[in-house]
């Protein structure tokens, strides 16, 4: 069973993110957070036409085994994501985030998960077996959470539909945490107020890392809806949040912070979170 249990893990131990990630703990989240939270960022690879039979996979098998290491405060939640718009070409298309309140889970976040109580009568090693089987992880990535902004009332992670993984790899003197908390987090926010979002967030990379790294951190846009992407009046809400800044002022600030490297868009299938 342990050899088992350290091949899985070999094989599972990237996003993003995400700022619906433990939202549902969080009463008023305008205000700046001591919490520290990490994710842990699984793309997957599924090849065409079955994807349907991972989704089922996840959904049966591996969704009652998270809610177990929520329920035992391993984790404070697990999401299943669906990276849209991709094709056999693609890297990846589908992804997992694992989400930690305490460091020292990360390397412990199965221990003492009895599988057989959750699945009786199900063979254990066979179950591994499908799941390696089912995808290929492409690639995983230990993130930390930065700053966030939700709504007043919380709730946003039952709201959140659809996230924009925005990879960004800043300049070098330009700021580019400064510049998300001052310009970034008070749009955000506005956009939220209008209900144009249900939350944004700010990651950056704890591993891998490095200066040769495509990006090295991740802001993360969340909707209600498909339709509300690209809906919210940006400008109108940098002004409310930024009365008395000029636009043209604040966008050589963004600019010469970062550059974006690529936007994708994440549809939520599924979740598992406290009870």
């Known amino acids: 069973m342990k050899k088992f249990y350290l091949r899985f893990r070999k094989a599972v131990l990237y996003v ?12 008023n989240c305008f ?18 036409g079955d994807e349907a039979k991972y989704v089922d996979l996840e959904q049966k ?11 035992q405060g391993l984790i404070v939640g697990w999401y299943l994501y669906q990276v849209m718009y991709t094709g056999d070409d693609d890297s990846y298309n589908f992804a997992t985030v694992n989400v930690y309140t305490d460091p020292s889970k990360l ?10 109580k959750i699945h009786p009568g199900k063979d254990i090693n066979k179950i591994m077996e499908t799941t390696l089987n089912a995808r290929t992880i492409v690639k995983e990535q230990l993130m ?3 700053n966030y902004a939700d709504p007043e009332d919380g709730g946003s992670a039952a709201l959140t539909k659809y996230i924009i993984v925005n990879y960004m790899k800043s300049k070098a003197g330009g700021n580019y945490v400064m510049v998300e908390n001052d310009i970034g ?24 890392s490095g200066s040769g790294m495509e990006s ?23 002004q409310k949040a930024l009365p008395g800044k000029k636009l043209s002022d ?3 600030k963004i600019v010469n912070s970062r550059d974006m490297v690529r936007s994708e868009l994440w549809r939520v299938i599924d979740a598992a979170s406290a009870e």
């Open 16 to 27: 993003l993110v995400l700022c619906m990630a433990v939202s549902f703990m969080q009463k």
């Open 31 to 48: 205000a700046q957070q001591n919490e520290t939270v990490f994710i842990v960022v699984d793309l997957m690879k599924v090849k065409s």
């Open 61 to 71: 098998i591996w969704k009652p085994i998270h809610q177990e290491r929520i329920n």
């Open 107 to 116: 390397e412990t976040s199965y221990e003492g998960i009895d599988y057989a």
């Open 144 to 146: 930390r959470r930065v």
């Open 185 to 208: 987090k008070p749009t955000a926010i506005e956009l939220i107020k209008n209900g144009d979002r249900t939350g944004w967030s700010l990651w950056s990379n704890v591993f891998p």
């Open 216 to 238: 090295n951190f991740v802001t993360v846009d969340s909707y209600s809806d498909f339709t509300k992407i690209g809906s919210g009046n940006y400008y109108e809400a940098v």
């Open 250 to 252: 604040l966008a050589e």
